[in-house]
């Protein structure tokens, strides 16, 4: 094999650990070569493969990512374009399954095809099953051990049924020779409109299926839906059957693909985006269609959560990825590669655990923000979080969207997103001497007529909780802020959603006064907002004592994960609110 890459180090933004044992939270530690499908995979020697696309000599070139230590390093190489490419191992028998859009002389292919093979994703003479298909595309397969089965989901590319691309599912007895097909009955009344929006969003009703098998042995389906809430179906049998739809509140999701992955030590982990879409203006900044506006404001942010009890109860929804672009401001630079996808995004995922019970993911569509990430389950599990920014805003979202054509219809600009600038900035803290400098975060607000909207906004994860409290150290110089609290992401500038939130409190200088001109070190205050979900209530505490407090307006089912904080000014407000350090603890 002829080595083309070697994914550099020096690209991430983290030192690559040296072992596993390192790994804890979540670690960049390459890019595939492919958006995450179906195309990673286990080799017969152990290693993990991921096959793609790359564009050499002007020509589309099919390739592999491969790693012999579980996921720390990967060498990119040129694949033997023959070859089955990614296939999965039977655990009841010698054979290798794969569904495939290549023919055996492996020429591209819209009819659904079955690689099958005894000696793995290398074998060039491997067995292809010609289905009476066509335009679906394969989204997962796992082995139904008990059963010895393989059930298969797939997306149905035609829009046949209303409008919005469909989901299907197969399963086959007999080790891929044959296959029973059933498309899956469109969701009935999924969002259409999010609050605020002038215009319908992108429709879907069902489609990208992500599939885990239970511990009874029925088989769970999230179905990626318009949301604006992550959609369920079960099958008792199998796969032959499914049963009718249910929402999960506890998973915000609109538009963006699921996925699930069963742990060796029985727990189950579950990825999601758990974001909330901008509502859209009229007229609208991105193309009208029949599916409504297809732009894609919430695939910034990628999240998991983990269960001990087969998805009766979950804990962390912690994002495991932001897009390392989400503050770009040409995003016609990024990923142009024409065999690349140009949804410039950070859903669409595969996971494999590896050694040591660490977790390998792939998540992303182009080139600029697809990786590869390790992470260590445990790290879900965590209760408290602390952010000081001193090394930087890596954990904050604060992107404002200007308004350009960047939305364009899947071209350069990217797969319906939009350019963007910073929201929020580190400055110099006037508190310390000037020969020893520190930063503190501000939240102010320039008015842009460039912008779709100037309202600048900080949002900010944590481990999700019923009962916690967390604490913004905070010193206003101007108009002030609006304080929410979340059980999702809401992109910083939207002026609606952090309303409707449960928790929504606006801080002036009333409540958090500051002397002028300003004394050093004085004027800072610790807000921290307490509740208990049970209680259905909310306390707000400033310097520790009781500031104000009140009902939630509706209760999160899984708890709070997320502070909004936005600047309540209305013209231009230079100096703002700054702010030291984020905490958040359990109660």
Same mark, same amino acid.
């Given at each position: 094999?002829?080595?083309?890459?070697?994914?550099?180090?020096?690209?991430?933004?983290?030192?690559?650990?040296?072992?596993?044992?390192?790994?804890?939270?979540?670690?960049?530690?390459?890019?595939?070569?492919?958006?995450?499908?179906?195309?990673?995979?286990?080799?017969?020697?152990?290693?993990?493969?991921?096959?793609?696309?790359?564009?050499?000599?002007?020509?589309?070139?099919?390739?592999?990512?491969?790693?012999?230590?579980?996921?720390?390093?990967?060498?990119?190489?040129?694949?033997?374009?023959?070859?089955?490419?990614?296939?999965?191992?039977?655990?009841?028998?010698?054979?290798?399954?794969?569904?495939?859009?290549?023919?055996?002389?492996?020429?591209?292919?819209?009819?659904?095809?079955?690689?099958?093979?005894?000696?793995?994703?290398?074998?060039?003479?491997?067995?292809?099953?010609?289905?009476?298909?066509?335009?679906?595309?394969?989204?997962?397969?796992?082995?139904?051990?008990?059963?010895?089965?393989?059930?298969?989901?797939?997306?149905?590319?035609?829009?046949?049924?209303?409008?919005?691309?469909?989901?299907?599912? =197969?399963? #086959? +007895? /007999? !080790? %891929? @020779? &044959? *296959?029973?097909?059933?498309?899956?009955?469109?969701?009935?009344?999924? $969002?259409?409109?999010?609050?605020?929006?002038?215009?319908?969003?992108?429709?879907?009703?069902?489609?990208?299926?992500?599939?885990?098998?239970?511990?009874?042995?029925?088989?769970?389906?999230?179905?990626?839906?318009?949301?604006?809430?992550?959609?369920?179906?079960?099958?008792?049998?199998?796969?032959?059957?499914?049963?009718?739809?249910?929402?999960?509140?506890?998973?915000?999701?609109?538009?963006?693909?699921?996925?699930?992955?069963?742990?060796?030590?029985?727990?189950?982990?579950?990825?999601?985006?758990?974001?909330?879409?901008?509502?859209?203006?009229?007229?609208?900044?991105?193309?009208?269609?029949?599916?409504?506006?297809?732009?894609?404001?919430?695939?910034?942010?990628?999240?998991? =959560?983990? #269960? +001990? /009890? !087969? %998805? @009766? &109860? *979950?804990?962390?929804?912690?994002?495991?990825?932001?897009?390392?672009? $989400?503050?770009?401001?040409?995003?016609?630079?990024?990923?142009?590669?024409?065999?690349?996808?140009?949804?410039?995004?950070?859903?669409?995922?595969?996971?494999?655990?590896?050694?040591?019970?660490?977790?390998?993911?792939?998540?992303?569509?182009?080139?600029?923000?697809?990786?590869?990430?390790?992470?260590?389950?445990?790290?879900?599990?965590?209760?408290?979080?602390?952010?000081?920014?001193?090394?930087?805003?890596?954990?904050?979202?604060?992107?404002?969207?200007?308004?350009?054509?960047?939305?364009?219809?899947?071209?350069?600009?990217?797969?319906?997103?939009?350019?963007?600038?910073?929201?929020?900035?580190?400055?110099?803290?006037?508190?310390?001497?000037?020969?020893?400098?520190?930063?503190?975060?501000?939240?102010?607000?320039? @008015?842009?007529?460039?912008?779709?909207?100037?309202?600048?906004?900080?949002?900010?994860?944590?481990?999700?909780?019923?009962?916690?409290?967390?604490?913004?150290?905070?010193?206003?110089?101007?108009?002030?802020?609006?304080?929410?609290?979340?059980?999702?992401?809401?992109?910083?500038?939207?002026?609606?959603?952090?309303?409707?939130?449960?928790?929504?409190?606006?801080?002036?200088?009333?409540?958090?006064?500051?002397?002028?001109?300003?004394?050093?070190?004085?004027?800072?205050?610790?807000?921290?907002?307490?509740?208990?979900?049970?209680?259905?209530?909310?306390?707000?505490?400033?310097?520790?004592?009781?500031?104000?407090?009140?009902?939630?307006?509706?209760?999160?089912?899984?708890?709070?994960?997320?502070?909004?904080?936005?600047?309540?000014?209305?013209?231009?407000?230079?100096?703002?609110?700054?702010?030291?350090?984020?905490?958040?603890?359990?109660?």
């Amino acid at each position: 094999m002829t080595a083309l890459l070697l994914f550099s180090a020096a690209a991430l933004s983290a030192v690559t650990p040296l072992s596993l044992s390192e790994v804890y939270e979540p670690v960049v530690v390459g890019a595939p070569p492919m958006y995450a499908g179906t195309d990673m995979c286990v080799m017969p020697n152990g290693a993990i493969r991921h096959y793609g696309s790359e564009m050499h000599n002007g020509k589309v070139t099919r390739v592999y990512a491969e790693t012999l230590d579980g996921g720390l390093n990967w060498k990119t190489s040129r694949a033997e374009p023959k070859s089955a490419g990614a296939l999965f191992k039977s655990p009841w028998s010698d054979m290798w399954i794969g569904f495939t859009n290549r023919d055996s002389m492996g020429n591209r292919e819209r009819r659904v095809l079955v690689a099958r093979s005894k000696k793995g994703p290398e074998d060039t003479s491997a067995e292809i099953v010609v289905l009476p298909y066509r335009d679906y595309a394969c989204v997962r397969l796992i082995p139904l051990v008990s059963r010895k089965r393989w059930l298969a989901t797939f997306v149905e590319l035609t829009c046949k049924k209303d409008g919005g691309y469909g989901a299907a599912t =197969a399963y #086959s +007895d /007999d !080790d %891929g @020779k &044959t *296959w029973v097909f059933q498309d899956i009955k469109p969701v009935k009344d999924v $969002r259409r409109r999010n609050p605020g929006s002038a215009r319908d969003h992108w429709f879907c009703s069902g489609t990208e299926p992500g599939i885990i098998e239970m511990k009874d042995g029925s088989i769970l389906m999230c179905l990626r839906t318009s949301g604006p809430h992550a959609v369920f179906v079960r099958s008792l049998d199998g796969g032959a059957t499914w049963s009718e739809p249910w929402v999960d509140e506890r998973f915000w999701q609109a538009n963006t693909r699921p996925e699930f992955l069963r742990l060796k030590d029985g727990r189950l982990i579950f990825v999601w985006n758990n974001t909330q879409l901008l509502p859209e203006v009229a007229p609208s900044l991105t193309p009208q269609g029949e599916k409504g506006v297809a732009g894609f404001t919430n695939r910034d942010a990628l999240h998991a =959560a983990i #269960s +001990d /009890d !087969d %998805g @009766k &109860t *979950w804990k962390g929804f912690r994002e495991i990825a932001l897009s390392e672009h $989400r503050n770009s401001s040409d995003w016609r630079e990024l990923g142009n590669d024409d065999a690349q996808e140009k949804d410039k995004s950070v859903h669409q995922t595969q996971m494999i655990e590896v050694a040591e019970g660490k977790v390998l993911i792939a998540y992303g569509q182009n080139i600029s923000t697809r990786r590869f990430a390790l992470f260590d389950p445990d790290w879900l599990l965590e209760k408290e979080r602390s952010d000081n920014f001193q090394r930087g805003l890596k954990n904050i979202s604060h992107h404002l969207y200007v308004r350009s054509a960047s939305g364009g219809w899947r071209g350069w600009a990217g797969h319906c997103a939009w350019n963007r600038v910073p929201g929020a900035a580190m400055v110099l803290n006037p508190d310390i001497p000037y020969t020893a400098r520190g930063d503190v975060l501000q939240l102010c607000r320039i @008015k842009d007529p460039r912008l779709y909207s100037d309202r600048a906004g900080i949002v900010w994860n944590f481990p999700a909780s019923k009962k916690g409290s967390v604490t913004v150290n905070a010193r206003i110089l101007g108009s002030g802020f609006k304080y929410t609290l979340s059980d999702h992401w809401i992109n910083p500038c939207d002026e609606v959603n952090p309303s409707l939130q449960p928790v929504s409190e606006n801080m002036t200088s009333a409540d958090l006064p500051c002397r002028r001109p300003i004394v050093n070190h004085n004027d800072w205050y610790d807000v921290s907002i307490e509740w208990d979900c049970s209680k259905g209530e909310w306390r707000m505490l400033v310097n520790g004592k009781e500031h104000r407090k009140g009902a939630l307006k509706w209760v999160p089912k899984a708890g709070f994960s997320y502070i909004h904080l936005q600047t309540l000014a209305e013209g231009t407000d230079p100096e703002g609110t700054h702010f030291r350090i984020f905490t958040k603890k359990d109660l």
